[in-house]
């Protein structure tokens, strides 16, 4: 064989070796991420994407095992790490002094000096176990003022819930509840989220964990929407639910419902804002639809919803990429997406939302 074609053989099989591996490797990281893989195609394409036969196979379905098992005992490791720097991080514990006797004065005798009560318990001794403040029930809540929603007071804190509608309010909104009245927020607003996916991200979950681990949530803002209007999964190997069928919308309620029942739970207040009219009328004409649903459940809860229609000036169907201000000038609040608003356009909604709160103990502190 002449030293040429040796050469040019060794160049194929070298790059047939490269090829294998790289084909193994891509088996391999599909095999543990099929999952992940999975949702991203229902969240994308709004049908079910599992592979005919490898699907209800056990022995690719152990993949998808082996990554979850994987990311529990990073959780839990990471768990395990935080505990451990919160208890290096602690004080220590300090003796305090024996308590001083008490001196009690008889004003109609003379003064008599009283044996000393016993020494106190040492503080490292077991405390005896506190009764939790019960919730302030609706009741002896302060009233609101007239026309707002929502009442806060020194100490409570603001839980922002939404899709990439609310991560563009959100930091107008709690900028302007730091700097006015010293009100902290959680926000946990992530783009491409909503109820009817939650094997993407699950919102009734996430609002449950997030309440009963933070007593000082007293409001929660929810707006979201544009990434529901399309057939649901129910689950692995079911078919999907079709947008607007009657199954379909039990289980979108049932959702809503979830994060309600929480919110009742924890005492906390809501207003639920309504996502506005679309470019496309398809989309549009679904959002109207969600809207309903949503006017509907927090109403059924004694919650409070508001459309964000009227606040960018929309009437019925309209939709316009601008609004006219009261000088009589046009400024942009859509980006050109027909979906997502303009920084004015947050700022708008964002105040919108400020208006409905009342303060009644605190005082505006900034603009």
């Not at 490292?124 to 919730?135: I, N, Q, S, Y």
């Given at each position: 064989?002449?030293?040429?074609?040796?050469?040019?053989?060794?160049?194929?099989?070298?790059?047939?070796?490269?090829?294998?591996?790289?084909?193994?490797?891509?088996?391999?990281?599909?095999?543990?991420?099929?999952?992940?893989?999975?949702?991203?195609?229902?969240?994308?394409?709004?049908?079910?994407?599992?592979?005919?036969?490898?699907?209800?196979?056990?022995?690719?379905r152990?993949?998808?095992?082996?990554?979850?098992?994987?990311?529990?005992?990073?959780?839990?490791?990471?768990?395990?790490?935080?505990?451990q720097?919160?208890?290096?991080?602690?004080?220590?514990?300090?003796d305090?002094?024996?308590?001083?006797?008490?001196?009690?004065?008889?004003?109609?005798?003379?003064?008599?000096?009283?044996?000393?009560?016993?020494?106190?318990?040492?503080?490292?001794?077991?405390?005896?176990?506190?009764t939790?403040?019960?919730?302030?029930?609706?009741?002896?809540?302060?009233m609101?003022?007239?026309?707002?929603?929502?009442?806060?007071?020194?100490?409570?804190?603001?839980?922002?819930?939404?899709?990439?509608?609310?991560?563009?309010?959100?930091?107008?909104?709690?900028?302007?509840?730091?700097?006015?009245?010293?009100?902290?927020?959680i926000?946990?607003?992530?783009?491409?989220?909503?109820?009817?996916?939650?094997?993407f991200?699950?919102?009734?979950?996430?609002?449950?964990?997030?309440l009963?681990?933070?007593p000082?949530?007293?409001?929660?803002?929810?707006?979201?929407?544009?990434?529901?209007?399309?057939?649901?999964?129910?689950?692995?190997?079911?078919?999907?639910?079709?947008?607007?069928?009657?199954?379909?919308?039990?289980?979108?309620?049932?959702?809503?419902?979830?994060?309600?029942?929480?919110?009742?739970?924890?005492?906390?207040?809501?207003?639920?804002?309504g996502?506005?009219?679309?470019?496309?009328?398809?989309?549009?004409?679904?959002?109207?639809?969600?809207?309903?649903?949503?006017?509907?459940?927090?109403?059924?809860?004694?919650?409070?919803?508001?459309?964000?229609?009227?606040?960018?000036?929309?009437?019925?169907?309209?939709?316009?990429?601008?609004?006219?201000?009261?000088?009589?000038?046009?400024?942009?609040?859509?980006?050109?997406?027909?979906?997502?608003?303009?920084?004015?356009?947050?700022?708008?909604?964002?105040a919108?939302?400020?208006?409905?709160?009342?303060?009644?103990?605190?005082?505006?502190?900034?603009?």
């Amino acid at each position: 064989m002449p030293v040429s074609d040796s050469r040019l053989f060794q160049v194929q099989i070298g790059a047939l070796r490269t090829l294998y591996a790289l084909l193994v490797t891509t088996v391999v990281l599909f095999w543990l991420n099929q999952d992940s893989i999975g949702l991203y195609c229902q969240q994308k394409y709004h049908r079910s994407c599992e592979l005919p036969l490898l699907g209800q196979s056990s022995t690719w379905r152990l993949g998808a095992g082996l990554t979850a098992a994987l990311e529990h005992g990073r959780d839990s490791f990471l768990d395990s790490l935080r505990g451990q720097i919160a208890l290096a991080e602690a004080p220590p514990l300090v003796d305090l002094p024996p308590a001083l006797p008490v001196v009690t004065v008889d004003v109609q005798a003379p003064a008599a000096v009283h044996p000393p009560v016993p020494a106190a318990v040492p503080v490292h001794e077991p405390a005896a176990p506190v009764t939790p403040t019960p919730a302030v029930s609706p009741a002896d809540a302060p009233m609101p003022a007239k026309g707002a929603m929502a009442t806060l007071a020194a100490g409570d804190e603001v839980f922002l819930v939404g899709d990439s509608l609310m991560q563009g309010v959100a930091p107008h909104l709690a900028n302007s509840l730091r700097k006015r009245y010293q009100i902290n927020t959680i926000n946990l607003s992530r783009q491409s989220t909503g109820l009817a996916y939650p094997g993407f991200f699950d919102w009734p979950r996430t609002v449950a964990d997030t309440l009963a681990g933070d007593p000082k949530i007293r409001l929660m803002v929810v707006f979201l929407g544009p990434n529901d209007p399309w057939d649901m999964p129910q689950g692995k190997g079911r078919p999907f639910l079709r947008f607007k069928s009657p199954d379909w919308e039990s289980a979108y309620r049932a959702r809503i419902d979830a994060i309600l029942e929480r919110a009742r739970e924890h005492n906390v207040q809501v207003i639920w804002v309504g996502p506005p009219n679309m470019e496309k009328a398809r989309l549009s004409t679904a959002m109207q639809y969600l809207s309903g649903l949503y006017q509907e459940r927090t109403a059924q809860f004694g919650q409070h919803y508001i459309s964000a229609n009227p606040i960018l000036g929309y009437d019925d169907d309209q939709f316009s990429y601008t609004v006219q201000t009261p000088e009589g000038k046009r400024v942009k609040v859509r980006v050109d997406d027909g979906i997502h608003f303009t920084i004015t356009g947050q700022k708008m909604i964002a105040a919108q939302v400020l208006s409905l709160i009342d303060f009644p103990v605190l005082t505006a502190t900034g603009h």
